[in-house]
């Protein structure tokens, strides 16, 4: 069985991990009332999803 013969050091750790960072997500526009959301998901403001309302939203 492969055993290393010498330990990784943290800096070559961390240049092999240079490439696994996050992004952020990509946010749409809701048709209905022009907040920013999440991508095929129900919309936290209106609550609608397709023209349809999914979420029982009380309007203020």
């Given at each position: 069985m492969?055993?290393?013969k010498r330990r990784?050091?943290?800096?070559?750790?961390a240049k092999r991990?240079?490439?696994q960072?996050?992004?952020a997500p990509n946010l749409s526009k809701?048709?209905?009332?022009?907040?920013?959301k999440l991508p095929h998901n129900a919309?936290?403001?209106?609550g609608t999803y397709k023209g349809r309302n999914v979420?029982?939203?009380?309007d203020d």
């Open positions: 492969a055993v290393p990784t050091s943290k800096s070559k750790g991990r240079t490439h960072k996050t992004s809701c048709p209905q009332c022009g907040e920013a919309c936290p403001e209106c979420l029982n939203r009380e």
